[in-house]
């Protein structure tokens, strides 16, 4: 012993430490593809710029978690998850042949699916935003519009061209995260031709486009206990408006210091 006194073990830092002074530890789920950096190319995983901005300008600390070797004992470490946007879900996972205008890729399926209902388990915050709305909903029984200009035909407009976001109007269910955090009225760079068709149990939608689209969806109750939230919509696109990232790393700092030292809630 040199005498010098020891400081509190690391749960417990995380414990005692000023509410406002702890930086939530995000993840996100990454894309897993071919890229190019300096005079490199090969597969890589990525984040868009845009997500990582968002968490730390809401106060987090943004983990990714690229899709091999999905471990969901990660979540253990983490405050909040965030499922971002990316190519279509595979219709096998929710009974459906494949639409012609369905791209998926298998290994982010198999693993934004095993974090997401592995953070419903553990009722962590839960972010789910564009394909990770779809996620969310496909993981707890629901299915998906493969192609929504079929279905409706204003819907082109959410992804008017490649590379290219669209804007959606919405408005928002009294009582809820959306509601709370944007108001009754609001609207949100876009970018998809898949949406929500049958809406799984557990989950309720608590904000639509004008033409009826699902545009939020969150626990009924019976999904998560924790704080959690679906959107169709693209808000880390949106550099002026950070209200649902810093409701959910909120939301993530809050949680954190309700759990026991052993990751779980403390009762």
């Given at each position: 012993m040199n005498g010098t006194r020891q400081?509190?073990?690391a749960p417990e830092a995380r414990q005692t430490a000023r509410p406002e002074a702890y930086r939530p530890r995000i993840g996100l789920t990454t894309y897993w593809q071919p890229a190019r950096w300096g005079v490199w190319n090969d597969t890589a995983a990525i984040v868009p710029g845009s997500y990582v901005r968002a968490v730390v300008e809401a106060g987090g600390t943004p983990l990714l978690l690229p899709p091999v070797g999905t471990d969901p004992g990660v979540l253990d470490l983490l405050d909040g998850l965030i499922v971002i946007g990316g190519v279509d879900v595979d219709p096998a996972h929710y009974g459906a042949a494949p639409h012609p205008t369905t791209v998926?890729?298998?290994e982010r399926d198999d693993h934004d699916?095993?974090?997401t209902r592995a953070a419903l388990s553990a009722d962590l915050p839960l972010f789910a935003i564009c394909r990770g709305a779809q996620i969310l909903n496909v993981a707890l029984g629901g299915t998906l519009h493969q192609h929504l200009p079929e279905v409706r035909a204003d819907a082109a407009q959410y992804q008017p061209a490649p590379g290219v976001f669209g804007s959606v109007d919405f408005t928002?269910?009294?009582g809820s995260i959306a509601r709370q955090l944007l108001g009754a009225r609001a609207a949100s760079p876009c970018y998809h031709h898949q949406g929500l068709?049958?809406?799984a149990d557990g989950l309720c939608v608590t904000a639509r486009a004008a033409d009826g689209t699902?545009?939020?969806v969150e626990s009924s109750g019976g999904a998560s206990s924790g704080w959690l939230l679906g959107v169709q919509f693209h808000p880390e696109e949106n550099g002026q408006?950070?209200?649902l990232f810093g409701g959910f790393v909120d939301a993530a700092r809050t949680a954190r210091l309700h759990r026991?030292?052993?990751g779980r809630p403390s009762s």
């Open positions: 400081g509190p073990s998926s890729q298998p699916l095993t974090l928002t269910e009294p068709d049958q809406v699902v545009e939020a408006d950070r209200r026991s030292p052993t």
